[in-house]
Protein backbone atom coordinates (compact mmCIF):
# COMPACT_ATOMS: atom_id res chain seq x y z
CA UNK A 1 0.00 0.00 0.00
CA UNK A 2 3.11 2.64 0.96
CA UNK A 3 4.21 1.88 -2.77
CA UNK A 4 1.00 3.07 -4.28
CA UNK A 5 0.74 6.06 -2.16
CA UNK A 6 4.29 6.79 -2.95
CA UNK A 7 3.83 6.35 -6.58
CA UNK A 8 0.84 8.70 -6.05
CA UNK A 9 3.00 11.38 -5.07
CA UNK A 10 5.54 11.16 -7.55
CA UNK A 11 2.45 10.91 -10.32
CA UNK A 12 1.55 14.24 -8.15
CA UNK A 13 5.03 16.05 -8.91
CA UNK A 14 4.92 14.65 -12.49
CA UNK A 15 1.36 15.80 -13.16
CA UNK A 16 2.19 19.36 -11.63
CA UNK A 17 5.35 20.02 -14.16
CA UNK A 18 2.95 19.36 -16.71
CA UNK A 19 0.11 21.31 -15.15
CA UNK A 20 2.28 24.62 -14.94
CA UNK A 21 3.71 24.86 -18.30
CA UNK A 22 1.26 27.72 -19.85
CA UNK A 23 -0.97 26.35 -22.28
CA UNK A 24 -4.64 27.18 -23.85
CA UNK A 25 -6.29 25.95 -20.73
CA UNK A 26 -4.23 28.08 -18.71
CA UNK A 27 -5.92 31.00 -20.46
CA UNK A 28 -9.03 30.01 -21.13
CA UNK A 29 -9.04 28.89 -17.06
CA UNK A 30 -7.97 33.07 -16.68
CA UNK A 31 -10.72 34.33 -18.64
CA UNK A 32 -13.24 32.44 -17.48
CA UNK A 33 -12.38 33.05 -14.13
CA UNK A 34 -12.73 37.01 -14.78
CA UNK A 35 -16.63 36.14 -15.61
CA UNK A 36 -17.73 33.54 -13.75
CA UNK A 37 -15.90 33.46 -11.00
CA UNK A 38 -13.13 30.93 -8.85
CA UNK A 39 -16.16 27.72 -9.73
CA UNK A 40 -14.69 28.63 -13.55
CA UNK A 41 -11.52 26.83 -12.93
CA UNK A 42 -12.84 23.54 -11.10
CA UNK A 43 -15.14 23.13 -13.71
CA UNK A 44 -12.18 23.36 -17.09
CA UNK A 45 -10.55 20.85 -15.14
CA UNK A 46 -13.63 18.58 -14.86
CA UNK A 47 -13.52 19.11 -19.28
CA UNK A 48 -10.01 18.44 -19.34
CA UNK A 49 -10.68 15.18 -16.89
CA UNK A 50 -13.12 13.58 -19.48
CA UNK A 51 -10.98 14.69 -22.04
CA UNK A 52 -8.48 12.84 -20.49
CA UNK A 53 -10.68 9.87 -19.28
CA UNK A 54 -11.44 9.36 -23.34
CA UNK A 55 -7.76 8.99 -23.90
CA UNK A 56 -6.68 6.64 -21.10
CA UNK A 57 -9.88 4.34 -22.71
CA UNK A 58 -8.46 4.23 -26.27
CA UNK A 59 -4.83 3.89 -24.38
CA UNK A 60 -6.35 0.56 -22.60
CA UNK A 61 -8.26 -0.34 -25.69
CA UNK A 62 -4.67 -0.79 -27.48
CA UNK A 63 -5.05 2.51 -29.62
CA UNK A 64 -1.75 4.21 -28.03
CA UNK A 65 -0.57 3.70 -31.39
CA UNK A 66 -3.18 5.67 -32.68
CA UNK A 67 -2.98 8.41 -30.70
CA UNK A 68 1.19 8.99 -31.08
CA UNK A 69 1.63 8.11 -34.84
CA UNK A 70 2.54 10.89 -37.21
CA UNK A 71 -1.16 11.39 -39.39
CA UNK A 72 -2.82 11.80 -35.66
CA UNK A 73 -0.23 14.61 -35.08
CA UNK A 74 -0.83 15.99 -38.45
CA UNK A 75 -4.65 15.80 -37.87
CA UNK A 76 -4.51 17.01 -34.82
CA UNK A 77 -2.22 19.68 -35.44
CA UNK A 78 -4.37 21.39 -38.01
CA UNK A 79 -7.64 21.03 -36.75
CA UNK A 80 -6.43 22.17 -32.62
CA UNK A 81 -4.65 24.95 -34.40
CA UNK A 82 -7.49 26.31 -36.37
CA UNK A 83 -10.01 25.88 -33.36
CA UNK A 84 -7.34 27.62 -30.48
CA UNK A 85 -7.38 30.49 -33.63
CA UNK A 86 -10.77 30.74 -33.64
CA UNK A 87 -11.34 30.91 -29.88
CA UNK A 88 -8.79 33.30 -29.60
CA UNK A 89 -10.20 35.78 -32.10
CA UNK A 90 -13.93 35.56 -30.25
CA UNK A 91 -11.74 36.40 -26.96
CA UNK A 92 -9.96 39.24 -28.29
CA UNK A 93 -13.10 40.55 -30.33
CA UNK A 94 -15.81 40.23 -27.58
CA UNK A 95 -17.69 43.28 -26.34
CA UNK A 96 -18.30 42.41 -23.00
CA UNK A 97 -17.26 44.60 -20.41
CA UNK A 98 -16.16 43.71 -16.92
CA UNK A 99 -19.19 45.64 -15.20
CA UNK A 100 -22.01 44.45 -17.19
CA UNK A 101 -20.38 40.61 -15.92
CA UNK A 102 -20.41 41.97 -11.89
CA UNK A 103 -23.52 43.67 -12.60
CA UNK A 104 -25.10 40.67 -13.86
CA UNK A 105 -26.15 42.23 -17.03
CA UNK A 106 -24.50 39.99 -19.30
CA UNK A 107 -24.37 36.33 -17.54
CA UNK A 108 -22.26 33.45 -18.81
CA UNK A 109 -23.43 29.84 -18.85
CA UNK A 110 -20.74 27.60 -16.24
CA UNK A 111 -21.20 24.78 -18.08
CA UNK A 112 -19.14 26.63 -21.10
CA UNK A 113 -16.23 26.10 -19.13
CA UNK A 114 -16.28 22.20 -19.09
CA UNK A 115 -16.36 22.61 -22.50
CA UNK A 116 -13.51 25.21 -22.82
CA UNK A 117 -11.64 22.38 -20.50
CA UNK A 118 -12.33 19.38 -23.13
CA UNK A 119 -11.68 21.93 -26.35
CA UNK A 120 -8.27 22.92 -25.15
CA UNK A 121 -7.47 19.30 -24.04
CA UNK A 122 -8.04 17.72 -27.02
CA UNK A 123 -6.89 20.84 -29.58
CA UNK A 124 -3.62 20.57 -27.93
CA UNK A 125 -1.52 18.36 -29.34
CA UNK A 126 0.99 18.03 -26.43
CA UNK A 127 -1.93 16.78 -24.44
CA UNK A 128 -1.90 13.26 -27.29
CA UNK A 129 2.32 13.39 -27.03
CA UNK A 130 2.33 13.50 -23.26
CA UNK A 131 -0.42 10.38 -23.13
CA UNK A 132 1.16 8.54 -26.06
CA UNK A 133 4.71 8.41 -23.80
CA UNK A 134 4.91 9.71 -19.60
CA UNK A 135 0.89 9.04 -19.32
CA UNK A 136 1.11 6.05 -21.30
CA UNK A 137 4.49 4.50 -19.08
CA UNK A 138 2.87 5.45 -15.99
CA UNK A 139 -0.41 3.64 -16.39
CA UNK A 140 1.06 0.72 -17.19
CA UNK A 141 3.61 1.52 -14.51
CA UNK A 142 0.87 1.40 -11.97
CA UNK A 143 -0.96 -1.50 -13.85
CA UNK A 144 2.31 -3.41 -13.07
CA UNK A 145 2.72 -1.99 -9.27
CA UNK A 146 -0.70 -2.44 -7.82
CA UNK A 147 -3.06 -3.37 -11.47
CA UNK A 148 -5.83 -1.15 -10.62
CA UNK A 149 -4.94 0.32 -7.25
CA UNK A 150 -1.92 1.76 -9.21
CA UNK A 151 -3.26 2.70 -11.68
CA UNK A 152 -5.71 4.52 -9.81
CA UNK A 153 -2.80 5.96 -7.40
CA UNK A 154 -1.27 7.63 -10.79
CA UNK A 155 -4.43 9.31 -11.94
CA UNK A 156 -5.82 10.39 -8.44
CA UNK A 157 -1.98 11.90 -7.89
CA UNK A 158 -2.16 13.23 -11.45
CA UNK A 159 -5.71 14.92 -11.07
CA UNK A 160 -5.08 16.45 -7.44
CA UNK A 161 -2.01 18.38 -9.57
CA UNK A 162 -3.99 19.87 -12.08
CA UNK A 163 -7.08 20.69 -9.49
CA UNK A 164 -4.85 22.21 -7.72
CA UNK A 165 -3.02 24.44 -9.64
CA UNK A 166 -5.57 25.19 -11.72
CA UNK A 167 -8.11 26.07 -8.85
CA UNK A 168 -5.49 28.01 -7.45
CA UNK A 169 -5.32 30.27 -11.23
CA UNK A 170 -8.65 30.61 -11.11
CA UNK A 171 -8.75 31.98 -7.37
CA UNK A 172 -6.29 34.47 -8.12
CA UNK A 173 -8.11 35.63 -11.36
CA UNK A 174 -11.69 36.04 -10.00
CA UNK A 175 -10.64 38.37 -6.86
CA UNK A 176 -8.80 40.59 -9.43
CA UNK A 177 -12.45 41.36 -10.50
CA UNK A 178 -12.56 43.53 -7.16
CA UNK A 179 -9.61 45.90 -8.13
CA UNK A 180 -9.63 45.53 -11.81
CA UNK A 181 -11.28 48.11 -14.51
CA UNK A 182 -12.71 47.62 -17.65
CA UNK A 183 -9.81 48.91 -19.46
CA UNK A 184 -7.37 46.70 -17.58
CA UNK A 185 -10.12 43.58 -18.34
CA UNK A 186 -10.16 44.12 -22.07
CA UNK A 187 -6.57 44.20 -21.86
CA UNK A 188 -6.16 40.99 -20.04
CA UNK A 189 -8.81 39.31 -22.83
CA UNK A 190 -7.40 40.67 -25.56
CA UNK A 191 -3.81 39.38 -24.16
CA UNK A 192 -5.37 35.59 -23.55
CA UNK A 193 -7.11 36.24 -27.42
CA UNK A 194 -3.68 37.27 -28.76
CA UNK A 195 -1.81 34.39 -27.07
CA UNK A 196 -4.68 31.60 -27.88
CA UNK A 197 -3.82 32.42 -31.71
CA UNK A 198 -0.14 32.40 -31.41
CA UNK A 199 -0.01 29.43 -30.00
CA UNK A 200 -3.06 27.53 -32.53
CA UNK A 201 -0.50 29.31 -35.53
CA UNK A 202 2.19 27.55 -33.51
CA UNK A 203 0.84 24.21 -33.89
CA UNK A 204 -0.33 24.38 -37.36
CA UNK A 205 3.38 25.89 -38.38
CA UNK A 206 4.59 22.69 -36.34
CA UNK A 207 2.29 20.99 -39.06
CA UNK A 208 4.04 22.01 -41.72
CA UNK A 209 7.65 21.30 -40.49
CA UNK A 210 6.32 17.51 -40.10
CA UNK A 211 4.90 17.37 -43.98
Known amino acids: MIEVVLFGLTSFGVGLSGALVPGPMLTVTISDSIK ?7 LVILGHFIAEIAVIIAVLAGLDWVIGSQTSSIFIGTLGGAVLISMGYDIFKSKEN ?11 KTHGSVLGGIITSFSNPYFFIWWASIGYAFMYKGLELAGILGLLGFLIGHWCADLSW ?22 VMNACGVFLIILGMYFITGVLRII
Open 36 to 42: KGFIAGP
Open 98 to 108: LSDILSGENKT
Open 166 to 187: YSLISLFSSQGTKIMKDSTYKL
